[in-house]
Structures are given as structure tokens and as C-alpha cells.
């Protein structure tokens, strides 16, 4: 839709597009992007809207564009050979192919004109040109070599099952690379990447190892600090471009909401620390703001760019801060979140002061907050006080653009996030929130049994990849421990049966990206390493495991062994790129717990052992209620090993099984914390 208006003439992925490739004799310009994508704004803007640029690649090329967040499938295979071809990766993605679908030329970002060792696109069409009407076998060899390199990979199989070793060894390469002074790993540019502090929280539970834990908190508090962090608005950004959090690329996607708000929620059970649960109260706020659909479910991001200038919309000058608010109010403000009359950023490209002010806290200003100010007011109170008023200011200019697609695999995770937080923090507004969304994905997105990838403008379309299946059973499973609902346990059974139906690899184990019913591509992918979002493969496993202790069917855990095995080889290479994978063996190996609660939800002793259990960082357990006749019998028919699981005495009883092996009863929420080995 963004690009409707230019003078390319684009085509969606289609069979017209390549049966018109076919009759021409024309290659195929595949340009993938998305609609948050600053680079993807600048080639855009540069090239695809210049009549010359469109018009020699309207006469050499069939142009096909993609939305890589809506067919990630084409997304991911491609990006793979451009990997495979130029060792690097990105948006926009530029491929070039046969009618046939086989690429011969891969890049990324490509200027209009040749600037130092980059070819334009204006040079490197007509030589395109050129290679196709006169050296067509060249182009052969080229696209035999790549689909020769996709078989070897596609052909890797895991050998050897993952053991503790693996989780050790992952912490090991974490630590290393920690950030003591600024948290986070490496240098720039920083990604949170929260996937590897979940597990770092499981290592800490099992070892006590009190570095792992400091790691997660250092981390997470840095980066609320930071600029990374939308301190008017709420949210976070999509990464730092330094190594201190300051200067973010001020996208804000959906699943970056969803995984932060999973590791605050976590850090908080593991801590204690209010800090962490009011970041979590404040991404809520943020997304039911800014990113929630009219009928509740969420929208996939906001741009990075507004009036063509990149963060325009969050960044002040202090002249402008000093209009808006008191006397009294800018000092405290100015002092907190550092804002100076020369800016406290250099421009990115050019490394000069703007004059503009990204609002961040560091260790020294955030004192301030503690300390009374002069007068009866508190410096929190004057804080927030200003605070609300840029924000009132910020409401009024123009707002980058809102992608208003609704995607079931990152509302899936959004879900799980809000389920998991609204229980931990006894939060019932972030429980609805949740349940509205996913009410809209059941209602709207699964069709029949069938679900499916994406709706925007009342349309629903694609056929569900696997991704979309492990996001949903997981926001299903966090959903029915939130509310008990055993509708909700059901649904995440029969769609992981569904999932092990469409995905399975029968040959090698583990599950393929793309489902049996969905178009044959170059290759079939199966992945495990996590990128911006943990791999479906390992949130698939994570869910299985949690689905059979839920249930008591082994099946299901025979399902996450294998798909661990799937990827042992892989693993061992690169611990750290798989650290989601390694959060479900960390619960395979157990020690697991299964908790059946027996009693009236209504009663305070049934609610007070549940809050008990919520309250505690237990990464490794799972909870089910036998309360109402209704829930009672559901759960008899879906895990029968509850079926004899009553109230002792007419009060709460806490079922407590460790690895399968069942304890004695327990009235007292002491002695059931007690077999959880809690204090």
C-alpha cells in the first residue's frame, strides 16, 4: 500500500507476476521490506519514487514487492540466499531472480547513483540488463551453485540429545560477552534480545549463581534508563545504536513490547523490585494506548520517521521544554533526564550536536527522584507532573506512521506477555486486556479449524506459518493459568496437534517454518536460532513440554525432546543464538513441578495459595484449578491424572507433583511452598 503511488510498477507475489516474467522473458526485481523500515522509507523515497529509476526497471524487470512481515516465509528463504551470497543480511532486501524463482544477484539497501564501492541502482540495472540478453549460462551456473548450498543445509540433522552442559556453556559465552558497565552484550549497535535473560533467571534458579541474576537486573534497569526507552510515552524502541542505550532506532515493534514485558514481569518475581513491575505497568499503558486495534487485538509497529526525519516526533530542544512547563518544574526536569541547551546526542551520520534532547537517566540524575526538591512539592511529584504535560504537547505533532496489521504470531506473544503479567502482579485489567485479544485471533484469525497469518481492513489472509501456531498455544497456556479457563487449555491442545500435523519433519525431527499446505519455495525451512523474536521451533518446544506436565500426556514431551535433538549440532556451535531453545530443556530437565489447586476460586485461602505461587519466580512449574463443577469436569476430561485431586477438609488443597511424582496433600500454602523447595 505504500508503494501504490510510484511510478514502478510493482506486483504482489503472484503466479501473474511470474507467468508475466515467463511470457516476457523478463527477470524478476523482488524488493522485501516492511512498513516500519527507515532503509526500506530511504530506497523508496530515493529510487522507487524517481520516474528514471522506475523506468528502466519497468522495461528490464517484472517487479514483485513484498511485506516480509506479512509473507515471512518468502522473507526468510531469500534472505537466507543473501546471506549465503554476500555474508550479509537486512532491509530492504534486494533479489533478483529467473522467472523460476532462482536467484543469481542479492544486496540490500542499493543507492539510486554509485557512491565509492557501492553500485547505484542506475549503473547496476543496465549491467543486469546485459547479463540476462547475453550470458544467460553464467546466470545458470549462479543459481545452480545456490540451490545446490540450500540442500546441504536443509540436509543437517541433530545427532545427540541437549544436556545441562549446553545451559552452562550458553551462560558462559553470556558472560563473557556481558556489558559490566552499561548492561547488555557486546558492543553497538545493542539489541535487548530478552530471550537471552530468561535465561539467564533459569540459570540463577538452578545454580544460585547470584552473577546470572545481576546480569538480567543491570540490563534491564540500564535500559529503562536509557534513550532506548520512550520516557513520555511509554514503550521501547527497537535497539541502541551506541553501546550505552542512549541513541535508539526509534521503531517501536510489537514483540519487542511483548518479550520486555515478559523479562520485567520475570525480574520482578525473581527480585521483588517494584521498579521492574511499574516498567511493565508502563509498556501496558503504551500498548493499549498506541497499538490497540478497535476490536483489542494489536497492531504490528509504529515508524521510526515522522515528517521525513527519523525520532523527530520524541526528541526536544530545551527551549522547548522550558515553554511548556514551570520554572520549578524544568529544573528538576532538565537535571533528571539530562536535557541540555546543546543538545545530548550527536547526530548519527554527521557526529555533530542537534540541539535536540533524547530524555535518559543516568545513575547520578536518578537520585534526584528520591530527594526532596525546594517547597513542598516531591521531585516525583514534579516529574511526572512535567512528564504529562510534553506528553499532552508530544500528542499534538505529527505521530510517525502506525502498521495496522494485525499478525496472529505477534499478537500471540503479546498476550502471553500481558497473561503472564496481569497474574503476577494480580493485575485483572492486563488479564482482560489479553483476553480481548486473544478472543478477536479465535474469533477472526483460526477460520474453521484453519488459521491464518494476518488481517487488516477486514481481511483475513495466508495460511498460518509455524510461528503463528507457537506464539498463539503459548498466549493459550499463559491465558488458561491466568484465568483457569479451560476452554483455553483445549484450544493450545488441539492447535499443538494441528501444528505437529502440518510442521512435523517425520525424517529429521523438528518443525519446518512452512506448513504442508502452504506454497512450495526454493526450500523448505526449519530454524531454531532466535533473531528479533524467539525461533517457532523453540517456542513450540517450550509449549510442548508445558502442555504434557499440563495435561500428563507424554506424547507431547516426546515431541519438544526431538525437536532439541533436531538441533543439538547447531546448538553446540552457537549456545548463545539459542537461548530460547535452551529456557524449554531447562524445564525439560526438570526439577518440574505440576500443582493441581482444589478449591472454591472464590474463597480467599483457594485465591491466597494461587497469588503464592504467582508472586514467586517458578520457571519450571505448572498450576491447574479444580474449582467450579464446570472446571472440574473439563479437567478430568482433558488431564485425567486430576481426576481424584479434591479439597482435603473442606479447604484449598494444594496438589504438588515433582517430576511426576506426587507429594502428600497440603492445606497450608508453608508446606506447599515447602515441596516447591521456596522459603
Not at 514502478?8 to 516500519?36: C, H, I, M, N
Not at 540476462?132 to 540442500?151: C, G, M, P
Not at 521498579?275 to 490497540?292: G, N, P, Q, S, W
Not at 547520578?364 to 504529562?388: C, D, F, I, M, V
Request: aromatic letters at 10%; glycine letters at 6%.
Amino acid at each position: 500500500m505504500q508503494h501504490a503511488e510510484n511510478p514502478v510498477d510493482w506486483y504482489a507475489w503472484s503466479d501473474e507476476a511470474f507467468e508475466k516474467a515467463r511470457s516476457e522473458q523478463k527477470p524478476v526485481f523482488l524488493s522485501v521490506g516492511y512498513s516500519t523500515c527507515h532503509w526500506c522509507h530511504v530506497m523508496a523515497h530515493e529510487s522507487f519514487e524517481d520516474e528514471k529509476v522506475a523506468e528502466l526497471m519497468n522495461r528490464t524487470f517484472v517487479n514483485i514487492k513484498v511485506d516480509r512481515e506479512e509473507r515471512p516465509d518468502i522473507d526468510g528463504v531469500y534472505m537466507q540466499i543473501a546471506q549465503m551470497m554476500t555474508g550479509r543480511g537486512g532491509w530492504p532486501l534486494t533479489i533478483i531472480m529467473t522467472p523460476d524463482k532462482k536467484p543469481f544477484f542479492a544486496g540490500t539497501y542499493i543507492p539510486k547513483t554509485t557512491r565509492y564501492n557501492t553500485i547505484g541502482l542506475l549503473d547496476l540495472i543496465p549491467r543486469i540488463a546485459e547479463l540476462w540478453n547475453e550470458d544467460r549460462n553464467n546466470i545458470d551456473e549462479v543459481t545452480k551453485r545456490i540451490e545446490n548450498a540450500l540442500q546441504d543445509t536443509s540436509a543437517q540433522k541433530g545427532n545427540s540429545d541437549l544436556s545441562e552442559n549446553d545451559i552452562m556453556a550458553t551462560f558462559t559465552e553470556m558472560s563473557q560477552r556481558f556489558d559490566d558497565k552499561h548492561g547488555g552484550f557486546g558492543n553497538a549497535p545493542k539489541f535487548p534480545s530478552p530471550h537471552n535473560l530468561l535465561l539467564l533467571l533459569r540459570y540463577w534458579k538452578r545454580t544460585g549463581d547470584a552473577r546470572a541474576l545481576h546480569m538480567v537486573e543491570k540490563t534491564l534497569t540500564e535500559m529503562k534508563k536509557g534513550g532506548i526507552f520512550d520516557q513520555i510515552g511509554y514503550g521501547f524502541h527497537r535497539y541502541s545504536t551506541d553501546s550505552h542505550w542512549l541513541l535508539p532506532h526509534f521503531e517501536k515493534m510489537l514483540y519487542d513490547q511483548a518479550s520486555l514485558m515478559t523479562a520485567y514481569t520475570e525480574a520482578y518475581q525473581a527480585s521483588k523490585n517494584p521498579f521492574f513491575a511499574k516498567v511493565v505497568r508502563e509498556i501496558h499503558e503504551y500498548v493499549t494506548r498506541d497499538l490497540m486495534s478497535p476490536e483489542g487485538a494489536f497492531y504490528s509497529a509504529e515508524d521510526a520517521d515522522s515528517e521525513g526525519v527519523e525520532g523527530k516526533f520524541y526528541v526536544w530542544s530545551q527551549y522547548e521544554i522550558k515553554s511548556i512547563l514551570t520554572e520549578e518544574e524544568s529544573a528538576v526536569f532538565f537535571r533528571y533526564y539530562n536535557v541540555k541547551p546543546e543538545g545530548n546526542f550527536t547526530e548519527e551520520a554527521t557526529r555533530e550536536k542537534t540541539g535536540l534532547n533524547i530524555l535518559h537517566v543516568t545513575s547520578r540524575s536518578g537520585e534526584l527522584a528520591e530527594s526532596p526538591s525546594p517547597g513542598s512539592k516531591t521531585t516525583k511529584t514534579l516529574l511526572e507532573r512535567g512528564r504529562q504535560k510534553l506528553f499532552d504537547v508530544r500528542e499534538k505533532r505529527i505521530r510517525p506512521h502506525r502498521d495496522e496489521k494485525v499478525l496472529t504470531d505477534w499478537n500471540g506473544y503479546m498476550i502471553s506477555a500481558l497473561a503472564k503479567a496481569g497474574a503476577a502482579l494480580n493485575d485483572a485489567k492486563m488479564v482482560s486486556t489479553a483476553e480481548h485479544a486473544l478472543t478477536f485471533l479465535l474469533q477472526t484469525l483460526l477460520n474453521r479449524k484453519e488459521l491464518y497469518h494476518r488481517y487488516a481492513h477486514g481481511e483475513v489472509a495466508y495460511r498460518a506459518f509455524l510461528d503463528d501456531y507457537a506464539y498463539l498455544i503459548m498466549g493459550l497456556l499463559d491465558m488458561y493459568e491466568a484465568t483457569f479457563n479451560p476452554m483455553y487449555l483445549e484450544q493450545a491442545r488441539e492447535l499443538s496437534k494441528d501444528m505437529l500435523r502440518y510442521f512435523w519433519d517425520t525424517k529429521n525431527g523438528g518443525l519446518f517454518f512452512t506448513g504442508s499446505y502452504s506454497e512450495e519455495l526454493l526450500t523448505r525451512r526449519k530454524e531454531a536460532y532466535d533473531g528479533a523474536m524467539p525461533s517457532g521451533n523453540s517456542i513450540a518446544m517450550l509449549n510442548l513440554v508445558r502442555l504434557a506436565k499440563l495435561l500428563g500426556d507424554d506424547e507431547f514431551e516426546e515431541h519438544a525432546n526431538a525437536i532439541g535433538k533436531a538441533f543439538s549440532n547447531e546448538i553446540s556451535q552457537t549456545h548463545s543464538a539459542h537461548s530460547m531453545m535452551l529456557v524449554a530443556l531447562d524445564f525439560i530437565l526438570g526439577p518440574s513441578f505440576e500443582i493441581v489447586i482444589a478449591g472454591n476460586p472464590e474463597s480467599e485461602d483457594t485465591q491466597s495459595m494461587i497469588r503464592a505461587l504467582r508472586q514467586r519466580f517458578l520457571p519450571r512449574e505448572v498450576t491447574l484449578l479444580r474449582g467450579t463443577e464446570i472446571q472440574a469436569k473439563a479437567l478430568t476430561r482433558l488431564a485425567p491424572f486430576t481426576q481424584f485431586h479434591s479439597p482435603l477438609r473442606g479447604r484449598a488443597t494444594a496438589h504438588v507433583c515433582v517430576d511426576s511424582s506426587c507429594k502428600l496433600p497440603t492445606n497450608t500454602i508453608e508446606q506447599m511452598l515447602e515441596l516447591l523447595g521456596e522459603d
